[in-house]
C-alpha cells in the first residue's frame, strides 16, 4: 500500500518536473514572442491541428497591443478552419511546405489558396509579409503551423521575411513542435492521474470529479463576468481550473484504504487523518512553475476552508504540514482561513464538491433531495461559503442540472 502510495507520487512529481513548461497556453506565449524576436516579426499566431482541422490557438500583434492601455490583454476569437490548400495555414499543414508570402494582396492567382483580409478589415490592421512553416515533430508529423507576420527592417518599416530565414524559423518550428507536444502529453497525463486517483476511491467516480469540475468553470465564468474580468483572461484560466478542480480530491491516493472506504461514520480520529489529503494533495503540486501548478495547489490545499474560518487545513506551512507563525490556537492547531483568505478558486471548488457531494449517494450517506441540497447551500452562504459565489449559483441552477444530466453515475 505504502509503496503504492510513493510511487504514485514520485511519477507525479517527476512528470511535473520533466516539463518545465507544462501548461499549453504559457507554452504558446513563450514560442510566439521568439518566433517573432528572432526574425523581427510584428505579428504572428499559432495554429494546432485537431483532427483534420487547425484550430487558431493562439495569437499576438505588436502594433494592434500598443494601442491597447498598458496591461490590457490583446483579445482575439479563436476558430477552426479545414485543412485543405484554400487558406495559407491550410496549405502549409496540408503539404508540410513552407510558404513566404511578400504581400498578402498581391498572392498570384495561379496558386490555390488565396489571403482572408476579414481579420485586417475587423481590427484595422494591415498584413503584408507572411511566413509560414509546419510544426512537425520528431515523428515527421505536423501538429500545428507558425505564422509570422510583417517582418521589420531596423526602422519598422515593413519588408519581406529573408530566405535566409526560413531554415532558422523552420529550425525552431521543429523545437517548438515537440514542446507543444510534450504540454499535449502532461494534460494526457495529469487525465490519467485522475483516473488512477478515482480508482482508490469507491465515493469519488470519473463522474463525480467531472461534475466538480464542470460546476466550478460555470461558477468561475459568472463570478468572472460579474467581475468583469476579460474574456481572454478567463479563458486562460479555464483549462488550468477543469484539471485542477478535477484533481481537488488527488491528496486522497495517500489515504489508508481502510479510511477511505469505510462504509460508515468516521471517527475523530479518522477524519482527522482523512483531513491530510488536503496537504497532501498541495504538496503534489508544489514550487509551482505553471498557471496549472499553482492553481491546482491552490484549490487542493484550500477546498475544505470555511469562509468563516471554521474549516481545515487552515494557515500551515506545506512544507511541513506545521502552523503558520501567528495563526494558532491555544492548543497549537493551524486556525482555519477566513473570507476572503481564501483563495478564489479554493472557495468556488468547495461550493461545487459539497453541491455534488450532497447531491450523491455516498457509502457513508444517502442522496439528497435537490430541493434539500439547494437549501443547504443556501443556508451555508455566509458561514460555509462565500455568500457572493452562493448567490451566483444559485441563479445558474439549470445549467448545474444540464450538468448532472451530462454525467451521471455510472
Ligand atoms: P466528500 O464525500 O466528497 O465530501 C465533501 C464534502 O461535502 C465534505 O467535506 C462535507 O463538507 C460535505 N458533505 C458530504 N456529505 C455530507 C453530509 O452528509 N452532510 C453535510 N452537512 N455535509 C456533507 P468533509 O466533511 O471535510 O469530508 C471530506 C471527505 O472525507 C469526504 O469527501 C469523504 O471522502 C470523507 N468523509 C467525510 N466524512 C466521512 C464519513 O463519515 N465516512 C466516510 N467513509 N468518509 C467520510
Ligand atoms: C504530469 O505533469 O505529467 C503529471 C500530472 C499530475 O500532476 O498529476
Ligand atoms: C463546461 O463546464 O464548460 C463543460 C464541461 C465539459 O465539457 O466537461
Ligand atoms: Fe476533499
Ligand atoms: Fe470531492
Redesign the pocket.
Known sequence: MLDRKTKLSRLIQLGLEVNQISDLDVLLEKILSEARNLVHADAGSIYIKEGDTLKFSYSQNDTLQAKLKPGKKLIYTTFSMPIDNHSIAGFVANNGSTSNIPDAYKISSALPFSFNSDFDKKVGYHTKSILTVPLTNNRKQIIGVLQLINAQDDNDKIISFMDEDEPLIIHFANYAANAIERAQLTRTTIMRMISMAELR?P??TGA?VNRVAAYSLELYEAYARKKGIPQDQIDSQKDALRMAAMLH?VG?VAISDLI???????TDEE?ET??Q?TLLGAQLFRGARSEFDEIAEEVALNH?ERWDGKG?PGHINIATGKPLEGHMDNEGHALGKKEEEIPLFGRIVALA??F???SSK????EAWDEDKVLE?IHEGAGSQFDPELVELFLDITDVLKSIQHRYPDN
Request: net charge positive; glycine share 4%; hydrophobic share 30%.
Open positions: 476511491d465515493k469519488e463525480h480530491d486522497k477511505l472506504k469505510k462504509p460508515g461514520k468516521f477524519y482523512m483531513k489529503h475544505h481545515y464538491d459539497v455534488d457531494a450532497l455516498r457509502v457513508y450517506k443547504a
